[in-house]
């Protein structure tokens, strides 16, 4: 059974940057796509990003596009979530994922999820 770990959630002013790490499981961390869902209070756990096993194909969905960047490093078996200007609306838990199977789009269904880690940007 795979496992993920995620870490890096915090507090932050909006404008403010973090950086949220998930370490996986696995001794065949490069055949796994990964990515970042969140949920918020109140709403429905909603896709942020999918990285493909060599990290050369990246799809984003258009609320974070231009200001979270995902990258992996498939020696440290780890995948990282840089977010950059942070917006109030960007507060949420934000749950890492993976599966097998590569996704170019929103509609990705990961087999495999994190804990989650908490994500605040106060205004």
């Known amino acids: 059974q795979l496992q993920l770990v995620e870490s890096g959630g915090g507090l932050v002013q909006a404008g403010g940057s973090l950086r949220l790490s998930c370490a996986a499981s696995?001794?065949?961390?490069?055949?796994?796509?990964m990515g970042w869902f969140r949920q918020a209070p109140g709403k429905e756990r909603e896709f942020v990003v999918v990285?493909?096993?060599?990290?050369?194909?990246?799809y984003y969905s258009d609320s974070v596009k231009g200001r979270f960047t995902i990258s992996r490093d498939n020696a440290k078996n780890t995948i990282y979530l840089q977010m950059n200007s942070l917006k109030p609306e960007d507060t949420a838990v934000y749950y890492c994922?993976?599966?097998?199977?590569?996704?170019?789009?929103?509609?990705?269904?990961?087999?495999?999820w994190g804990q989650g880690t908490q994500v605040t940007a106060s205004s």
């Open positions: 990285i493909n096993g060599s990290g050369h194909i990246t």
């Open positions: 696995t001794d065949i961390f490069r055949s796994y796509a």
């Open positions: 994922a993976a599966d097998l199977m590569f996704t170019y789009g929103s509609d990705w269904s990961p087999a495999f």
